[in-house]
């Protein structure tokens, strides 16, 4: 267990619709990173928040938006769902959020869009 | 661009022989190379990492890997195979200091025989 809570384990919606994943990092670690992982792209960075802050943006669509709260914890939030945003979607997170600091990763959020 | 090119979708080996997964990268300046395992239905689990110093880097579960800058590899090993290690494992890189993105290759499938 790394200590990376995410909810819900599962979530199966339709086209246009829209979902919030949470994500609570490990207790004492400042950052939170955001993760899609698909068959045909692989494992791919969204977006990083440290302490509230946004500090980077990978791949992520217009339609997704993510929040850092004052508790740290996180949540991503995809709206106008489309079929192929269907895929696993992780939280990690780190403690200072510096590159050199392994991130630990959540269980996961499977999404699905019929 | 950063980029991680893990050249072997799958390997097979026997329980009790040597194990290598490939992983070569590219980035420019010094690398921040890491290694992480996903289970089945689990979040990806940090094994090792290398920031600087010796290149031969030992990590959890009896993992070690091998930085080589001339090659630009950072090959994932284990002396001997347990039937347990089969997972699927990712290679992943970063440059910057004060990121962001974890870039990760398209994994690698480990399957150990008895």
């Known amino acids: 267990d790394s200590g990376v809570t995410q909810t819900p384990k599962h979530l199966i919606t339709a086209t246009g619709q829209r979902v919030t994943l949470r994500c609570s990092p490990r207790s004492g670690d400042l950052s939170v990173y955001w993760y899609q992982q698909s068959l045909d792209q692989g494992l791919q960075f969204l977006i990083q928040?440290?302490?509230?802050?946004?500090?980077a943006k990978g791949n992520i669509l217009e339609r997704f938006s993510a929040q850092q709260f004052p508790d740290l914890h996180s949540e991503l939030n995809l709206s106008s769902l489309e079929l192929g945003d269907s895929a696993l979607y992780f939280c990690?997170?780190?403690?200072?959020?510096?590159?050199?600091?392994?991130?630990?990763f959540g269980p996961g959020t499977r999404l699905t869009v019929l | 661009a950063q980029s991680v090119a893990q050249p072997e979708d799958q390997v097979n080996v026997a329980e009790g022989n040597p194990l290598t997964v490939k992983c070569t990268y590219s980035?420019?300046?010094?690398?921040?190379l890491f290694w992480y395992v996903q289970y089945p239905n689990r979040g990806l689990q940090f094994l090792l990492k290398?920031?600087?110093?010796?290149?031969l880097v030992k990590g959890s579960y009896g993992f070690e890997a091998e930085f080589n800058k001339s090659q630009t590899s950072f090959h994932l090993k284990k002396p001997s195979a347990l039937v347990s290690d089969s997972a699927l494992y990712f290679c992943?890189?970063?440059?910057?200091?004060?990121?962001?993105?974890?870039?990760f290759g398209t994994g690698t499938r480990l399957q150990v025989f008895p």
């Open positions: 928040y440290y302490n509230g802050e946004e500090r």
């Open positions: 990690a997170s780190s403690v200072t959020g510096l590159t050199y600091n392994e991130q630990f």
């Open positions: 992943a890189v970063s440059r910057s200091y004060n990121t962001d993105k974890l870039i």
């Open positions: 290398y920031i600087t110093g010796d290149n």
């Open positions: 980035v420019s300046g010094n690398p921040y």
